[in-house]
């Protein structure tokens, strides 16, 4: 799932972003267009709601501390009003609905235990276009195997007209059966050059690792002990079939084209990963690295 955000930290639109889309043309299918300063009626947006924007909501939740997602509701018009706006918003039953009955990918709603969102009306004051809204999730209570959806639709703007298009924002995490938090033993051993060429030293790996979501085969899991680098891999299972690959981040830090994976195996009856794999760094020393996870 993109978008892993810890406590204190907020999803937001870049402003550049927002102000960029109050000025830009934007056609909906309730026939409004808002060509800075030519549109002669108003409406209420979600700037990054609507399908278009779906796949940019996905979640990618990791941890055990509330996490605070923020989102922006837009009065698109040529002119500011001189007064408030109360903006109100909820969970949309129909949204979820509509979107599972053209879809192969199932949701179910969020739990209630897994979101709070408290703010369900916001205000845009008297000569201001934008307003807040914010959703705070819990990680630890969601279960990473299962795919959820909380579409947040604007219901009532005061009269105002609120946009078709782009009146949803599609909140949803992507659930994957081998997601989850697992214990890991291992070793990464240091060669000082090529691996078999001299006596390397030893780093035992233990500890629990998070296996997130990043769609509904693959998962991301810290690399050895380089999750701190943000080094991961990306471990393709099919329910049959499973592979694995370095994350970007770990590309762009080893030798070109050094990493090898020697092997990686699951017991779906142990709920066991177990994975071999080589790669030498800028300096030309190679690392031999062998983890087993096991599911928590």
Not at 25 to 51: H, M, V
Not at 89 to 95: E, G
Not at 179 to 202: E, H, K, Q
Not at 248 to 276: E, N
């Amino acid at each position: 799932m993109q978008l892993a955000i810890k406590t204190g930290k907020i999803l937001s639109i870049c402003l550049v972003i927002i102000m960029g889309c109050f000025t830009s043309c934007l056609k909906d299918k309730n026939g409004l267009t808002n060509l800075s300063g030519q549109s002669s009626n108003a409406f209420i947006e979600i700037p990054d709601g609507g399908l278009g924007n779906f796949a940019s909501s996905a979640l990618n939740l990791s941890g055990t501390t509330p996490d605070t997602l923020l989102f922006y509701v837009n009065l698109a018009y040529k002119e500011t009003f001189p007064k408030d706006i109360t903006v109100s918003l909820d969970f949309d039953a129909t949204a979820l609905t509509a979107y599972n009955s053209g879809s192969a990918t199932q949701y179910t709603k969020f739990p209630d235990s897994i979101f709070s969102f408290a703010q369900k009306q916001v205000v845009i004051t008297a000569g201001q276009r934008v307003a807040a809204v914010r959703l705070i999730v819990f990680p630890a209570k969601i279960d990473p195997t299962k795919n959820y959806m909380l579409p947040i639709t604007v219901k009532d703007a005061q009269g105002t007209l609120i946009s078709g298009n782009f009146g949803t924002k599609y909140y949803h995490l992507i659930g994957n059966p081998v997601a989850g938090s697992y214990t890991v033993v291992g070793t990464r051993l240091n060669y000082s050059g090529p691996v078999g060429s001299n006596t390397p030293s030893v780093t035992n790996l233990t500890g629990t690792k998070i296996a997130s979501p990043v769609d509904a085969k693959n998962i991301a899991v810290d690399y050895a002990n380089l999750g701190g680098s943000s080094w991961q891999y990306i471990i393709t299972y099919d329910g049959t079939n499973i592979s694995a690959a370095p994350n970007q981040t770990m590309s762009d830090g080893i030798t070109a084209g050094s990493f090898k994976l020697y092997f990686i195996t699951y017991d779906a009856v142990l709920k066991q990963i177990h994975v071999k794999s080589e790669y030498t760094n800028t300096a030309g020393s190679s690392r031999l690295v062998e983890e087993t996870l096991t599911h928590q």
